[in-house]
């Protein structure tokens, strides 16, 4: 069941008006029973085909940035030109599968603890999440 009124809250406090569009919005984002990751398109496209509304790219574009803002979404930057957003917001890590440009959560158990040496003085680490990037070895397919 989609409960309106916690997307009209979350609205609301990412400082948005909660209109048809970004309810439609929040219902692709949260009605989900598992996390996922996306990027803005890949959300316009979920958008169109599960909910059957379209939805212009800038409205999406500035409800995600404001839900990110907000911390109910975490940006996951590939490269410089390539950011991935994830509705897990809790500190684990990622596989980035180059050959499909897919996201893979990986867990904080399945990599052994980091060890930093190096800190930048007068900061301290809040956290360390890492990213994992993996493509076809092409010398195993011959």
């Known amino acids: 069941m989609i409960n309106t009124n916690i997307y009209i809250e979350k609205l609301r406090k990412s400082g948005l ?13 949260f009605s989900t029973e598992h996390t ?4 803005i398109n ?6 169109e085909a599960k909910l059957s509304e379209k939805i212009s790219l800038a409205t999406v574009y500035n409800t995600v940035h404001a839900f990110k803002k907000k911390g109910y979404l975490k940006e996951i930057l590939v490269n410089s030109d390539k ?35 190096n800190n930048i003085t007068g900061k301290k680490i809040k956290s360390v999440e890492v990213m994992i990037k993996v493509a076809t070895d092409n010398q195993t397919q011959n």
């Open 17 to 29: 008006r909660p209109t048809k569009q970004r309810l439609k919005i929040c219902e692709a984002l």
């Open 36 to 39: 996922f990751h996306f990027t």
């Open 42 to 47: 890949d959300l316009v496209k979920i958008i």
């Open 83 to 117: 950011s991935y957003f994830d509705t897990n917001t809790t500190q684990h890590h990622h596989f980035f599968d180059e050959d499909t440009n897919e996201l893979i959560d990986c867990g904080n158990e399945e990599i052994d603890s980091i060890n930093i040496k």
